[in-house]
C-alpha cells in the first residue's frame, strides 16, 4: 500500500488530503431545498455499478503485464473500498469474429470443441471474484462460431443449437473455474428472436440453472418494450431490459413492463476529465432521468493498441505490458464516488433528483439507517459522452439545502468526499475526504460550483490510497522475438498478439519431431457469425503503430493444399471494425508455389507476383524488409523480389496471417523496427 488510514476527527485522512471545502463564504447565485424522506416507501432496488470486458478484445493486453503491476491495476478496479471497486463485471462470450477491438476466442470453434480455457475473461472473472466475491457475473455475445448458423451468418435458425452453446459456456464456467454466472445476454446489439429467448429460459432450467437471470436485448428499449408487453410468455423469461447508450432516458413500454431496467452499455468515452464528466453526469441522471438501477460502461480497462478503433474509451489505461507503465484515470475516481458507499441491495429515495441550477443527486439507502448521497454539477461541454448527442443545457454555482425526514432525521454527521473536475488550470481534484458535514435538525446546505461531484454518506468505509508511481511510458520494444516454445501457457494466446479476424492459438504440433513442435496456429476454419465486417483473410498484428522502417522475420507452415496461404506483414494500419480496409505492405506466400506483395489486407492492390516454389506442409521462412519508400522480400534466406516501391501508408504495425480461413502455422517470429 502507498499509504495509511489516519484516524481523524475534523482532520482530513491523510492519503486524501486535499483543499478544504470549496467556495467557503462565497455567495450562491441560485439556492433550491430538497427533502428526503423515506416514510412513504422507497424508490426501485439499486443493482450496482459496471464495466465491460470485450466487444471486443479490450483487455487483451493486460493479461501479460508483470507483477505486482498486473495486480494493481486489478485492485483499483474491483477491490471493493479501494478504486472503482465494480459491482458488476459484464463480459464478452467470445465469438472468434472481429468485435470492435479484436477477437475473442470461443469455447467451441468446432461443434465436436470445447475448451473452457481460452481467452482471458476466465481468468479476468475469477480475479475480480477473488477480490470481491459479491461482484455480479454477466455474459454477453457479440459473435457466434460459424458452426451454429451452419453456413448462415445468423445465430437464430437453429435456436437449440445456439442455447445449448450459452449454457455451455455458462456450465463451463462452474465446472472448471467455480463462476456463478449471475446474467445472461442474447446478442449484443443485434436483432432478438422470441423463440430464441423462450428456450434459451427453458434451456437454463433443464441444466439446473434457474438462478441465471435473462438480459434483453443489449440495443435498443423497442422494439424489446413493445414486444414483451403484447407476449406474455417473453415477458415471463426476461429479468432485466437492458438497453445501450439511452442518453439517460427511457420510454413508456419498458416502464410499463414492470421490469428491472439497466443501461447495460453506456460511456465509450476517451477516459480525460470529459469522460470522466460523461460518466459522473450519466451515473446519476440515468436513474434521475430514466429508471435504470444499473449502468455498465464500455470498458473495463484500455488493455489494447491505442490506434485500434476508440483507444482509451475505459475507465482506466493499461496498453504497456512491456513497460509495466498503467494510468489510473479520473473515471476511477468518479466511480468510486457511488460504488464505495452503496451495494447492489440498496434502495433508491423517491425523489425528483434534478437540481434548480443544473445537475443532479441520487440518494440510496441500505433500510438499515445508512444514507448516501451523491450530487454531480457537470456543464455541458466537459459532459458530453461518446453518443447520443447531448442536448444543450445550463448549470449555474448553486447552493442546495437538504432536509432529511422519516428515518433519516436523526442523522447528525454525513462523511464527504467531493471531486472537481477543473478544465482551465487542468488540476483536477479527485476523490478527496473532506470535513464531516454537520446535520442539525434534519438539515444541511452545500455550496455547489459546476463540474463537481459530492458524495454524502453515513458510511465511513472510503478509502483513497494507492500503490507507488508505476514505471514509466515506453514504446513496444524496437527489437523483439516469440519462438512460441511454451509447454504450459498461462493463456491460449502469444503474448501482445492482438487478433484481429481469426484466432491464433499455441499449439503443440506433435507431428514435427523438429525445430517446430511448439508454434502459433490460426484455428478459425469457417467464417464466423459476425459482428461487423470481418476480414475474408485471418490477420493478428503486433508492436508500435508508429513503426516506419522494419524487419519482419517468420517461420510460416501452410496446412491448406492447392489454394492455403499466408503472409507477413509491416506497417499495417487499421484493425478493429475496420479491419477489412488494412492497408500495409503484405507479403503472400501460397501452396500453389507463387508469391504475392500487396498493399492491402484483401490482396486486391498488387505491387509484385511471381513464382516461389513455396508447398503447403512444409516450413519455410519469410523475410520481409521495409526501409522507407522501398520494400524486398527473401525466401528461406535468399532474395525473392526487391526494390518494391511504397507510397503509403506511411507506418503501422506488424503483422501476420492467412489468406482465408484456414489452418496454418508460425514460429520463430522476428522484429526489428524503428
Known sequence: MGCAAVLWGAILLACSCGPGPPRVGAAPLLAATYVLDDANGLGREFDGIGAVSGGGATSRLLVNYPEPYRSEILDYLFKPNFGASLHILKVEIGGDAQSTDGTEPSHMHYENDENYFRGYEWWLMKEAKKRNPKIKLIGLPWAFPGWIGKGENWPYDYPDITAYYIVSWILGAKQYHDLDIDYIGIWNE?????????????????????????????????????????????????????????????????????????????????????????????????????????????????????????????????????????????????????????????????????????????????????????????????????RPPLPNFNVVPQRATFYLRGSFYMVQTLQVWHSRLDFESGNSSLFQQLHPLRVWRGRFSLD?????????????????????????????????????????????????????????????????????????????????????????????VIGNFKWVNMTVTCDIYIEKPRDGGVFIAGRVDNGGIYVRDSKGVFFWVFADGTYRVTSDLAGKEILMKGLAGVRDNAWHTLTLNIQGNSASGLLNGYPLWENVTISKPGNGWAALGTRSFEFAQFDNFHIEAC
Open 448 to 540: 455547489l460550483d459546476v463540474d463537481e461531484v459530492y458524495t454524502l454518506t453515513t458510511l465511513k468505509t472510503g478509502w483513497k490510497c494507492g500503490y507507488p508511481e508505476p514505471p514509466p511510458p515506453q514504446p513496444f520494444p524496437s527489437i523483439y522475438s516469440d519462438d512460441f516454445n511454451i509447454r504450459n501457457p498461462p493463456f491460449s494466446e502469444a503474448p501482445n498478439f492482438a487478433d484481429q479476424t481469426g484466432v491464433f492459438e499455441y499449439f503443440v504440433n506433435a507431428s514435427d519431431p523438429g525445430d517446430h513442435v511448439f508454434t502459433l496456429r490460426q484455428v478459425v476454419v469457417q467464417r464466423p457469425i459476425t459482428w461487423v465486417s470481418d476480414a475474408d483473410q485471418t490477420i493478428s
Open 190 to 386: 443485434r436483432a432478438f428472436s422470441s423463440k430464441y429467448i423462450k428456450l434459451l429460459r427453458y434451456t437454463l432450467d433443464k441444466h439446473g440453472l434457474e438462478q441465471v437471470r435473462i438480459i434483453a436485448s443489449d440495443r435498443l428499449w423497442e422494439p424489446i418494450s413493445f414486444v414483451m408487453m403484447i407476449d406474455s410468455e417473453l415477458h415471463g423469461v426476461v429479468d432485466v431490459i437492458g438497453a445501450h447508450y439511452p442518453g439517460t432516458k427511457t420510454v413508456q413500454n419498458a416502464i410499463l413492463t414492470g421490469k428491472k431496467l439497466w443501461s447495460s452499455e453506456d460511456y465509450s468515452t476517451f477516459n480525460n476529465d470529459v469522460g470522466a464528466g460523461c460518466w459522473a453526469r450519466i451515473l446519476n441522471q440515468n436513474y434521475v432521468n430514466g429508471n435504470m438501477t444499473a449502468t455498465i460502461a464500455w470498458n473495463l480497462v484500455a488493455s489494447y493498441y491505442e490506434e485500434l478503433p476508440f483507444g482509451r474509451c475505459a475507465l482506466m489505461t493499461a496498453q504497456e505490458p512491456w513497460s509495466g507503465h498503467y494510468k489510473v484515470e479520473s473515471p476511477v475516481w468518479i466511480t468510486a464516488h457511488t460504488t464505495q458507499f452503496t451495494q447492489p441491495g440498496w434502495s433508491y429515495l423517491q425523489v425528483d433528483g434534478h437540481l434548480e441550477g443544473g445537475g443532479s443527486f441520487v440518494a440510496l439507502t441500505d433500510g438499515l439507517g445508512n444514507l448516501t448521497i451523491i450530487i454531480e454539477t457537470m456543464s455541458h461541454n466537459h459532459s458530453k459522452c461518446i
